[in-house]
């Protein structure tokens, strides 16, 4: 079962999907696991033996494609957690379904292969094998699998294109700053075409400004990608960036499950909330949670006169023109229509093309976009149907309405 998930269920399989998932580190391990169904025994056992519960009956599903986040404080179990995934650290008991299959049944020799092929992992100090140039440690998971080298270095060399390192193929990872060498390790991480990609704070030892342009890069190599990636940080902000949900973890057990805006929005308990002041609601809100009702929209068929009839009576010198499906086609104001001269119908007019917003995009990325143009920006869904209109009223008062939220926290 999932824990705390509001979100609505993905149509697809999950490729990882995980179930009550203990980790205890100490001696009383076995004993802790055998005992009696229901965690309030296993507590018990705990504090009498002083034992670290570094999982504690954590369950969940991650969907193809998706950036999951698991985000928490120092100690919550975050690492342990992704370390159990590639089998780095043996579970002590609970399931882990990686397409299909039970990987805690797998033997050493079907681990391997498992390790080479579905999974790769980047982590916080990088691993990157000192004695070797850029692309030799680019291309060590295909040394690994046993491809020559010819064929390694054109896949280790085109990877390195795609993470901004062409040129430095010959270059000691020593001689990199800390953010090349990370995309030594994510080129790494890449050239295996892994199925999943697990990042341990891949950004946490780098300077903020570099690890805010390693983030977009990330988010720009995964539109093209589409790995299914699980992504590590205690940055809140870091989290809602990239994730398409997040699970928060507190001593071990995940806390909430949701999307940013679930999280930002509805925080689960207090220690969440705590944690999610800071983070403006127009980082995590759709566009579509503040459009405006739709209005002057237009078919073709529609004449001039019936469109400046239309402006005269509301006041706005604009006019949206859809299809008969309601899909956007463009846009008029009032100075080209009364060039017109006549009383034809739309369809026979020029109209100007109106790049319109996706209504998932969050408030914060359209701002700019509508105080820099004199009129609503058309929303739209998947299909080009306008959904909606953003206006500048409603994106200062989302602002506004964050700000008093805040200072009320
Ligand atoms: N090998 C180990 N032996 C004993 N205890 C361990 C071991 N590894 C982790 N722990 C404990 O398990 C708990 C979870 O640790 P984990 O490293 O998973 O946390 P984390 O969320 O990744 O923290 P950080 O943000 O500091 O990396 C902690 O209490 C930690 O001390
Ligand atoms: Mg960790």
Redesign the pocket.
């Known amino acids: 079962m999932l824990q705390n998930n509001t979100t609505t269920e993905s149509p697809l399989a999950p490729i990882i999907s995980v179930r009550s998932l203990w980790k205890i580190?100490g001696s009383n391990q076995d004993e802790i696991v055998n005992a009696d169904e229901g965690d309030t025994d296993k507590s018990e056992v705990l504090q009498e033996s002083g034992d670290?519960i570094?999982l504690n009956d954590v369950s969940f599903d991650v969907f193809p494609g998706e950036t999951f986040v698991v985000m928490?404080?120092?100690?919550?179990?975050?690492?342990?957690?992704v370390r159990c995934l590639l089998r780095l650290i043996e579970p002590s008991s609970g399931e882990i379904n990686i397409n299909d299959d039970d990987i805690l049944l797998y033997d050493a020799a079907k681990l391997r292969e498992f390790r080479r092929n579905e999974m790769a992992m980047v982590f916080q100090h990088f691993g990157l094998l000192p004695h070797r140039n850029v692309i030799d440690n680019a291309a060590y998971g295909l040394e690994l699998k046993g491809i020559d080298k010819d064929e390694r270095y054109e896949i280790a060399k085109h990877m390195l294109e795609k993470v901004g390192l062409d040129g430095w193929e010959e270059a000691r990872t020593s001689e990199l700053s800390g953010g090349m060498q990370q995309r030594v390790g994510l080129a790494r991480a890449l050239t295996v075409d892994p199925t999943i990609l697990l990042m341990d704070?891949p950004f946490s030892g780098l300077d903020p400004l570099i690890r805010r342009q390693m983030r977009e890069e990330l988010a720009d190599l995964q539109a093209e990608l589409q790995k299914t990636i699980v992504f590590i940080t205690?940055d809140l902000d870091e989290a809602v960036t990239i994730g398409d949900r997040i699970a928060i973890?507190r001593d071990?057990r995940i806390t909430q499950l949701g999307t940013p805006e679930e999280i930002i929005t509805n925080p689960a308990d207090d220690f969440i909330k705590e944690f999610t002041r800071d983070i403006s609601q127009t980082r995590v809100l759709s566009v579509q949670s503040i459009a405006s009702d739709l209005e002057q929209v237009f078919e073709t068929t529609a004449r001039v006169s019936e469109i400046i009839e239309g402006m005269e009576d509301t006041g706005k010198e604009f006019a949206f023109i859809v299809d008969n499906d309601n899909k956007l086609l463009g846009f008029i104001d009032k100075e080209a229509i009364e060039a017109a001269g006549n009383d034809a119908p739309l369809k026979d007019m020029d109209l100007s093309v109106i790049e319109p917003i996706h209504e998932s995009t969050v408030i914060e990325d359209v701002v700019q976009l509508t105080l820099d143009n004199p009129y609503p920006i058309p929303i739209v869904d998947d299909e080009n149907i306008l959904t909606g209109l953003a206006t500048h009223d409603a994106i200062l008062q989302a602002f506004a309405e964050n700000a008093l939220q805040q200072q009320s926290n």
Not at 72 to 81: D, F, I, P, R, Y
């Open positions: 580190f670290v570094a928490g404080l120092s100690g919550s179990g975050k690492s342990t957690l704070e205690h973890m071990g």
